[in-house]
């Protein structure tokens, strides 16, 4: 049984963790980057799939690139995050199976529609965001996820050599400045969103 | 910033962490329960939307009513797990927001589609089954996330008051027995899914 964690730890991955709208000068470097992907990819995915594509904006090219086709308010943010990861997703995972789950030869064949594609590619590079987002955190930095951009603009100016990679979501990755955020939003008693069986 | 975990916990969280096929016998209470969703509800979501619906499945009867619906493999795992929780989402989410993202009173209007409604509570309530899962962890625990099984048998045993609520995948949870694992499966050089801009 794994030792459970203490409660600084429980406090940096949830419970005093905000997602911030603006970060200090503090850079997030490519062996910061590095350490995240690390961690990342190690969380659980659906016969190993790997599904998300990670592209990691840290350049002030980059940024406007990116930032142009964000809501006007996320673009701000982009623009002043010292990096934005896009988390993508490969809708041909399953191509990579032959190595990523090699005791299983014909696991490649086990997605032969575009909707079973693309369902397992959603979620499981959603779930693989998830644990950046936590990796990112465990290591001190945070972070401030946004789904309000442009998928098909993103897609063409960041994947067009990846036809079948699309984008999901984007987070920037800093330091939180603390005069960047309000009051924390509701959260939901148990009984409201559980059933216990 | 926030103080860096140790290796110790990031081991817990990511690195030593497997996914169960069998646990021990010791057992998943209620008040586990709760303490794993009193860190998941704290998790980033789109508009705090919250659209995960959780189903602890605790009970031999209720792990039977589960394990019929899923593969073989799987139905097994589930009949011997202490407990197995289901992640659903909730398709009309955005009626809640009133209450959990106030300050926006017409937040419930940003998601006029189903196609709108259906990829946010998707992807929202995948991020929230990987914040589960790594809550579990944090708290000790080991967990076996699954997506072999009937979906639409799923939602009409368990989901049939609520037939906007659509499972999104299952996970069982306890202690892991160590016997119950293979190797761990290969995971990607940073260069192979990321590109850094």
Known sequence: MATP??????????????????????????????AIYELTKMGPTS???????????TTPEAK???????????????????ATVIIGMDLVFNEQLPWLFPHAPTA?????TEEARYTTAFRNSSLQGAYLLLAARALGFDTGPMSGFDNAKV???FFADQ??????????????DPSSIFDR???????????LL
Chains 1, 2 share one sequence.
């Open 47 to 57: 016969a190993n799939n790997q599904a998300a594509r990670f592209v990691w904006v």
């Open 5 to 34: 964690l203490d409660d600084a730890a429980l406090d940096t991955l949830f419970r005093t963790a905000r997602s911030y709208n603006g970060y200090t000068d503090a850079p997030v470097t490519e062996a910061d980057i590095r």
């Open 108 to 112: 490649k064949d086990w997605f032969p």
């Open 163 to 176: 036809p079948n990679v699309k984008s999901n979501f984007i987070a920037t990755l800093g330091h939180g």
């Open 155 to 157: 897609d063409e100016a």
């Open 64 to 82: 406007e690139k990116l930032a142009q086709f964000a809501s006007s308010t996320n673009a701000d943010k982009i623009r002043k995050a010292p």
């Open 185 to 195: 939003l509701p959260r939901p008693e148990f009984e409201k969103f559980n059933q």
